[in-house]
């Protein structure tokens, strides 16, 4: 079904908060905070740890380690609906609740549990714009004090139309229909470095473009760009918003934070997640690799 310009606005308008926002609805008995914060295995940081000493008042932890597909062996996989739904119903996280997710690096991993829940059906979840630096930056509170949510429902209603699995993504590129658009650094895109997880080739997925995360946000306090801003850098990038989006990176976190972008800025294609990521091609068993600069085949543009 196509998107409705209402409905596109509606999206770009809800998909953040700001910190002055959250500092004022902190108390309000229907908002429910998250930590989502998560690291990368070669950093030698515990994410779990760093909340326990310090998060946002009531802030609960999503792990991301934690809330996966326990049958994949591919790192935190989106879980089956029935798992979801038992892992935030623990986490006080269900229906009629306004969601609210930040992370420790600004915008880094809490985007990928905006988009988890809106996989689920919950469409009421936000992310928080500059995240815990900025809310730190400003002298806002945070607490170690533990937090023991009561149990509440949560109603799984699985949307296929926002992941991709690598038959879907082959098929994607084959027929010219659907840009990819990888999140991870030019030089891990151009298989200049070593990646992150051992034993995986070093490149990117033939057809698709690039655009680091990290050109999406503002370096002086992590904010996102403002929308037409957003446009610019993907227009850049060589991606059309109007038209299908597929978003890929390592292992699914980070090209949530285009997805974000994309929906900040009113995009009206379809956007989804190649949840396997660079994790999953980049096997040494996977599909073809390229590297170098970006070569997109003739029908995707």
């Known amino acids: 079904m196509a998107k409705t310009a209402r409905h596109l606005a509606r999206l770009a308008e809800s998909c953040l908060v700001s910190t002055e926002w959250l500092a004022e609805h902190l108390s309000a008995p229907d908002v429910r905070v998250v930590d989502a914060s998560y690291f990368l295995p070669n950093e030698g940081r515990d994410a779990r740890a760093e909340y326990e000493a310090g998060h946002i008042p009531g802030a609960v932890f999503f792990d991301i380690d934690d809330v996966k597909d326990p049958s994949n062996p591919l790192p935190h ?67 170690d004090h533990p937090v023991l949510p009561g149990e509440r429902h949560f109603t799984a209603r699985f949307n296929s139309l926002l992941v991709r699995d690598l038959e879907q993504v082959q098929a994607g590129l084959e027929r010219g229909r659907e840009q990819l658009l990888d999140a991870r650094s030019g030089e891990r895109f151009r298989g200049e470095v070593e990646e992150v997880r051992p034993g995986q080739r070093s490149g990117h997925i033939p057809g698709s473009l690039s655009l680091p995360f990290t050109s999406l946000t503002d370096p002086e306090d992590g904010t996102l760009l403002p929308p037409e801003t957003l446009r610019q850098r993907f227009a850049e990038a060589g991606i059309d918003p109007d038209r299908p989006v597929v978003t890929t990176c390592g292992s699914g976190v980070t090209a949530c934070v285009l997805l974000l972008g994309l929906t900040r800025l009113g995009a ?25 600069p970006a070569e997109p085949p003739a029908g995707s543009r």
């Open 77 to 143: 996989m989106l879980p089956p609906p029935e798992v979801f739904s038992s892992k935030v119903r623990r986490l006080g996280l269900g229906d009629g609740n306004r969601i609210v997710v930040y992370d420790s690096r600004g915008l880094f991993s809490a985007a990928r549990v905006w988009w988890s829940f809106r996989v689920y059906g919950h469409e009421d979840v936000s992310v928080l714009d500059g995240g815990l630096p900025k809310w730190l930056a400003e002298g806002r509170p945070v607490d």
């Open 268 to 292: 009206g294609g379809e956007l989804a997640l190649y949840d396997g990521s660079w994790s999953e091609w980049g096997r040494p068993d996977g599909p073809p690799i390229a590297t170098g």
